[in-house]
Every structure is written in structure tokens, then in C-alpha cells.
């Protein structure tokens, strides 16, 4: 209290100064309209512009909080997503199983990550590999029919070698009368395909349907391949050339199912006992 008494002592002029200077101040603003005005104006300035600031202030942290909150659930729904991905990547390989219901193969859903088309031996790459029981020669298809044969696999991965790949052969046949040849590429367009060794004797027909012919241990039979587009016998030839136009778009490719004919090495097993090709 002492303090305080000897501190008011020691500034009594500075003090009595800012009194008088409020005193004059305030009789000035009553007495004068104007002066009253101007001050009048100026503190609603003065508390608009601080209730501005304030308000700014708060809606800022508040975005922050939100933007925060907003991280958090956009990082939550992409966790659920990949969750649901490999949920529905998990059914779909087992739909497939259900679907096709053979015993004698099993299927699996891959997705394609690498495709070429423009080359004399095109090859495709897809996500999945020995770990998900991929092995070399297993049938490649989609919704629309045939798209190769695996050829190498490593732990995650696989390649393909495409139908349109100058080495692969299929087992085909002509839909309405199973008789059957051998499907080939020749390297110029990858959309049409050679049909060899169908007997002469068989009914062909522009439009007619080619399919798997079943003959093998790659594919089931029934696949669809493709519609015949032209065909002749050459001269003094026992068998027809038949131009095959493809139904899948290998341009347009996303999602594959691999077929593992689970009988393929008993099958080889006894073929090669008996010389069998």
C-alpha cells in the first residue's frame, strides 16, 4: 500500500495531466455534435474492425480444425476402400469358382498392368504370381473369350504370351459342328486370326462361331474365340484357311481370369507315357 501511495506521489502531475486530458476530451465530444460524431464513428469502427478480426480469427482456427478432422476421415475412407478391394477381389475369385463350378478348374481374377500389341510377339503382364498359385501354361480369358497363355511367373507377378503372339497356338473348333483346327497368328493385325486344318468336308460359313475345342490342357471347351470372316480351300488341299476375326478388343483390356486345369499334369503325364501330342 505504501508503494502505491509512493508511486501516485511521484507521477501526481503526469496523472493529473491525463485527467485533465480526459475531463477536456469528454466535455469536448459532449458539447460539440461533430467531435461526438467523429468518436461515436470511430469506436464503431474501431469495435467492428475487432469484431471482424475476431471473428476471422475464429473461423481460421476453425477451418484448421476441420481441414484436420477431414484429413483424418479421407485417410480412414481410403484404409476402408482398400479394405473393400480386396473384400470384393476375394469374392470375385470365388464367384468365379462358383460360376464356372467345374471341378476339373479352378479360376482366378488378375488384373492386367503391362499389354502390348504392336510387336511380332506381344506379351502382357498382370498382378498376381506364384504366391496366388499362378503356373506357367495356364489359359487366360475375359468376359469377351480368349487372351493368351502364362508364360513366365515370379512371386507377385506373371506374364502372358498374347494369342496375338506369333508362337501361341489354341485348340479351336467351329461352334456348330465341332470340327477343329489350329488357331495362329500371322503378325500384321491383331484383330484377325488363321484357323488351319478344319477338314474340307466341314459346313463353313461366313459369321460362323469359333470357340476352345477343349483339346488341350490350357482351356476349357466352349471358350469363344472369334466369328469367321472369310474363308477357301487352296488348290489340291485336303483343309480349309479360314480367317477368324477375334471377339476380344487386346487393345482394351483391364481385368483377366487365369484357368487352372487342375488334371493338366496327370493328363501330360499319361499323353507323353503314350507319345500322345
Known sequence: ??????????????????????ISLTLSINSHSYHKRQYLNSANALSSGLQQWSSEASTYFD?????????EENIALKNELEQLKSSIQQLNRAALNTAFGENQFKYYSAKIIKNSIS??????????????????????????GIV???????????????VAHADVQINAKLKNSDHFGFLSWDG????????????????????????????SNIFPEEILIGTVVDYNIPNNQS?????????????NL??????????????????????IE
Do not use: H, W
Open 188 to 215: 500384321i493385325d491383331y484383330t484377325l486370326f488363321n484357323l488351319f486344318d478344319v477338314p474340307k468336308n466341314a459346313a463353313v460359313a461366313i459369321g460362323d462361331t469359333i470357340v476352345t475345342g477343349g483339346m
Open 119 to 144: 510387336r511380332y510377339r506381344n506379351y502382357l503382364t498382370i498382378d498376381i504370381g506364384a504366391n496366388d498359385e499362378v503356373t506357367a501354361d495356364m489359359g487366360v480369358i475375359n468376359e469377351d
Open 239 to 251: 483343309f480349309y484357311e479360314i480367317k477368324v476375326k477375334l471377339s476380344n478388343d487386346l487393345a
Open 148 to 162: 493368351g497363355v502364362v508364360d513366365e511367373v515370379s512371386a507377385q507377378y506373371a506374364t502372358i504370351a498374347s
Open 63 to 71: 477451418l484448421k480444425k476441420v481441414n484436420n478432422v477431414l484429413n
Open 1 to 22: 500500500m505504501q508503494q502505491i501511495i509512493s508511486f501516485l506521489f511521484k507521477r501526481q502531475v503526469e496523472l493529473l495531466y491525463l485527467l485533465l486530458l480526459l
Open 254 to 275: 483391364n481385368y483377366v481370369k487365369l484357368i487352372n486345369n487342375k488334371n493338366k499334369n496327370e493328363i501330360s503325364t499319361l499323353q507323353s507315357k503314350t507319345a
